[in-house]
């Protein structure tokens, strides 16, 4: 071999070791993860105190496409006080692919709302019988997140992704499932522009609870995530007649989640909610200045606006709030894989693992049962703070170092907002058993290796094409 294609030979065979060497280390740490797993899975993290009530769990866990994942999985729990997990209720059992909406009764039962691939399933679960006690399916209704009970034969449902030849059907509506028969309708689209979030789509509102509030069953106040904001709609008149936040204003709401109606103990109306998308639980106030702001009053939302009185940000995509008659609030950290309870503050007193994916979390009466802030005597801004140091929330991750490259910087925002965005797609993606380094080691060292493979093929082709045509008989 002459000295020029030596030294060829010997540059090849370098970049391949080198290369070798790189992929190798890049792939060790998913190696690592896979002999000592980093996932969580169901029990206490910090319980500073303990609760006086069982606190019930639904976990979404993932599946796509009627794919589940064995380490996502649906499932409902209950916690003790001091987080232990008490009983737990696989989704396989029901063939359930999602669990969401949860209302416990009182008496240990819980109303659930689950979806498979065929539609909706709305049932009440026993755990003492350990038994599915009621059930009604709602063929075709897909991703249904909130069906809630207001007695055995009624329900009220929120109907999201309904889009027919191109027109959204969503819509809310209050059926008896011992008549079969619907008791009232009210559809977005006839309420709302149809160029709302862009126009039409196969997931318009994106509608994601609905409950009735006040006295009675006059009022249902609603959250069509799509549109960033939480309306109350009087079913007398089919009027919106409170409205928090608006299409696009991601500063009032961003794809909120769960939202809570309160009141002060003068009436004013409050709503407590997950913001999801901003990271954050936060708590609005209404004035209509020298007009009546209670619900009812007849005041129309255009003379309103909502007063920010308190927030808590520094989840990962919280989804449900609910405000405990202590005060304190209790928060699902779905994308921390956790329920914690925080006080006024944002300090973390009560903390429960429940992977994966947490959709909502109840203690006691469904909902807030709690003082308002402003009646508890605190306002203003917090961060979440506190919680055990083995906790999702408690570890560094690439979208926290995204997020501190770019600190001080002119790119400060443009980072901050891929590290949001980061963090709220790669825990869909990532295995359970990996953190979020080794998960990102592990995408660049198969993305490097395909390029290198990819190289080798191209650049040996003919050696290769010359191998197949021996292999085959067919070389000259």
């Not at 409950?211 to 549109?227: C, I, W």
Request: glycine content about 10%.
């Amino acid at each position: 071999m002459d000295v020029p294609l030596l030294a060829e030979y010997t540059r090849g065979t370098t970049a391949r070791i080198l290369a070798a060497v790189v992929i190798s280390a890049l792939l060790a740490p998913a190696a690592a993860a896979a002999v000592d797993p980093a996932e969580v899975d169901l029990g206490p993290g910090t319980v500073a105190s303990p609760a006086d009530e069982r606190t019930y769990v639904s976990i979404q866990g993932f599946h796509f496409a009627g794919y589940g994942q064995p380490k996502k999985p649906a499932r409902l729990v209950a916690a003790d006080g001091d987080a232990e997990l008490a009983w737990l209720f696989e989704g396989d059992e029901v063939g359930a692919g999602w669990f969401y909406e949860i209302e416990p009764f009182g008496d240990g039962r819980l109303a659930v709302t689950s979806t498979n691939p065929d539609g909706t399933v709305a049932f009440v679960y026993d755990p003492a019988a350990d038994e599915v006690v009621h059930s009604t399916a709602f063929p075709g209704l897909r991703d249904t997140h909130s069906t809630s009970r207001l007695a055995e034969d009624r329900l009220l449902v929120a109907r999201m992704r309904a889009t027919e030849n191109g027109v959204p059907e969503d819509r809310l509506f209050v059926t008896n499932t011992t008549s079969d028969t619907v008791e009232w309708t009210w559809r977005f689209r006839e309420h709302y522009p149809n160029d709302t979030d862009g126009g039409f789509d196969e997931d318009w509102t994106h509608v994601n609870d609905a409950e009735f509030v006040g006295e009675g069953d006059r009022y249902v106040l609603a959250s069509p995530r799509n549109f960033d904001q939480v309306i109350v709609v009087d079913r007398r008149t089919d009027d919106i007649v409170m409205r928090l936040g608006a299409d696009d204003d991601h500063d009032t709401l961003y794809e909120q989640h769960n939202p809570d109606y309160l009141e002060r103990d003068d009436g004013t109306p409050v709503i407590l909610v997950a913001d999801s998308e901003n990271d954050r639980v936060v708590e609005y106030v209404r004035d209509c200045g020298d007009a009546d702001p209670r619900l009812g009053a007849g005041t129309p939302p255009g003379e309103c606006e909502w007063n920010r009185a308190w927030s808590v940000r520094g989840f990962n995509w919280p989804r449900d709030a609910d405000r405990l008659p202590n005060g304190n609030t209790l928060v699902t950290d779905t994308l921390n894989h956790r329920v914690v309870e925080i006080t006024p503050e944002g300090e973390v007193v009560w903390e429960f693992f429940a992977a994966w994916a947490p959709y909502e979390a109840e203690r006691g009466a469904p909902g807030s049962d709690g003082p308002t802030m402003a009646d508890h005597g605190t306002t203003g801004s917090y961060a979440v703070a506190g919680g055990a140091d083995d906790s999702p929330a408690a570890r560094y991750t690439v979208a926290d170092a995204i997020a501190d490259l770019g600190a001080g910087t002119p790119l400060q925002s443009t980072a901050a907002s891929v590290a949001k965005r980061y963090a709220h797609v790669e825990p869909w993606l990532r295995p359970v058993w990996m953190t979020s380094w080794a998960f990102l080691a592990f995408v660049l060292g198969a993305v490097l290796g395909l390029g290198w493979g990819g190289y080798e093929a191209v650049s040996r082709r003919n050696a290769i094409a010359d191998a197949i045509r021996t292999r085959l008989g067919t070389g000259e």
